[in-house]
């Protein structure tokens, strides 16, 4: 009898290091395809820590959100299990871009987030800090960590976030290596990453002081309260039935408010006076950090108009009293945000459970990346999350199910999973990384798409079902809700379009919505069409589709209002790509085109790109700004004819 002896304690086809919001997504997508999964994390209470403020979804975000859990992914049930204030953010906007924002329990929302990993038969979890990937020349062949133990494996993906070679600065003279508040940073895998010669580079992102609720006046403050039962909102809609008690009212979680107050002119002048002491300011820090998640110094700094900031102070959880301050992020001495709290309405007496901070990371310029989010030098190595550059735990989220899923694919020999800019945010994001690059910390926005009226996150389901099932991404239950989800749409739109309705049926809900009367019988679809008009309520007036879920005949509504722009927002993208060569004078005035997004008109400015091309190449210039430059260059074009036209005419 032979005995062969393996290296290895264990061998997977996929190894995920690190366990935030790209690591779980990435594990579960790997598992869900089918491959013997380990997620290898330094420590199994931190599974799914939400490192900064709790709170899932927002713009754009929330369609990410959507798009994860159409995949597979464990995010928006997770959300729904911890969900304890729910706002539905750009309503005066209309639905098409309505954006859910859930704020979390974080005790719960880690709970949640391990519960369901751990439902995943062939997906293991392992406590240990990853020291080093083992390769067999380029081909990475298993990891060892940091206590000696060895796993071996077919493709690994790194979501390590803000722990590579992380420094945490609070104020000028305090400095400590940590990956996130209490947690030590990662060095030794940080060196060997480099050492095989990947690029690297340097971020820096920040948090805001936490305080003792029992320590503020909320007499003096306005509260905002939760929106869930007034949108009876799910994200994990799809799968799970809403709780409903016996008169068939749907009942979420308990929710709490959040608090709203200000930083005024008192906490002004005390930044100005310290700034010097700010790490960002005072020298400690050099690197660049999310331009959409400011510090306070940086909002003093930049907007010295400003009279005050708003402040929410955010529940973070049922079991404690301590609240978030959300719009304080700040890297000052500890003393000078105490200072900077106790000139806060409804905080002069306020307890700081802990100090904000500055933290600095690396992160690999994701170029080297291809569409799988695999290095393109080191053959089943993949990256996903804040390593690559992003923030937001949504837009880790996004990738890890891209390079999990993909991970899976190398190993088993299955197809990959690419998604496209027209299909998805998550495919607008990767695109963006890997083609542009980023020269600060990059988080999604609606402006990033070509395609936003036509990618939200009342759809995400019916873009993204067809991939997942053809990726085998559901189980047969899921497959068979998914199902009858989607023919619940066909239903109503079948409903809407062969359905006619008279002027006198459709009267009251016209002239609720103060819309026009209609002069003969037409189809619902027809009448579905107009803004403000509600499918489900001409439904109602006409006794039908009464069974059908309430969000499918909204999903229905909103393919009818927007059924022709996605051949609109299409054209509109294919012509702006044929425009490559279109040309740009070097010297425009990009700092007078206030159709541009400011982060566009600085990028621009310092650029001076010279087409269109080199334009769409710079990361933060969207394709809305594309789209606007070439307005207003027209506009200008147009401005000088006229004057050539004047010069004409005098000779004559
Ligand atoms: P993380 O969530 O950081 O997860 C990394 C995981 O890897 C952790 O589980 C860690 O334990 C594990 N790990 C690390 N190294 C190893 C190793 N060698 N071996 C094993 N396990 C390892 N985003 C915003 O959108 N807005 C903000 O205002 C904001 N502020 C932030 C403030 C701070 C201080 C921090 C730290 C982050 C902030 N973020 C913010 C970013 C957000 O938290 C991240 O984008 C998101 O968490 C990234 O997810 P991730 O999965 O890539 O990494």
Redesign the pocket.
Known sequence: MSLSFSPFEAEFDVLV???????TEAAVAAARRGARTTL????LE??G?????PAIGGVAKGTVVREVDALGGIMARATDMATLQFRMLNRGKGPAVWAPRAQCDRGLYRRAVRTLIEEHPLLETVQ????RLLFDGDQVIGVE?LEGRRFGTRTVVV??????RGRIHIGTTTSLAG???G?TS?TH?AEQLEHVGLEVARFK???PPRIDGRTVDSSKLDRQESEIEQFDYTWSHFWSTPRRDSTGVTRHPAQLPCLITFLGTAGKQLIETHIGESAMYGGAITSRG?RY?PSIEDKIVKFPGAERHQLFLEPEGHDTHELYVNGL?TSLPALVQLDILHSVPGLEHVRMTRAG?A?EYDYYPPTQLDATLQVRALPGLFF????NG????E??AGQ?VVAGANAAALALGLSPLMLGRESSYIGVLVDDLITRGVDEPY?LFTSRSEFRLTVRQDNAIRRLAPVALALNLYNQEEEAIVARRLAAEEEARSLADETSIRPEDALPVLAAAGSAPLAHAVRISEVARRQHISLGDLFRVMGVGADLPADAVISTELEIKYSGYFDRERLQADKLRRMGDFPLDAALPYDEMLSLSLEARQKLSRLRPLTLAQAAGAPGVSPTDLQNLVIEIEKRRRAVPSARGRVRRRKT
Do not use: D, K, W
């Open positions: 290091i690190g366990a935030g919001h790209a690591g290898v994390t330094s420590a931190t599974i820590q939400m490192s900064c403020n240990g800090t990853v020291a960590t979501t390590t976030g803000t722990f590579l990956g996130r508040a947690e990662a895998l992102t920040g948090t999310p998640c992020s901070y933290i996903a999350g804040q390593i992003t923030t937001g735990y837009e880790a890890g988080r």
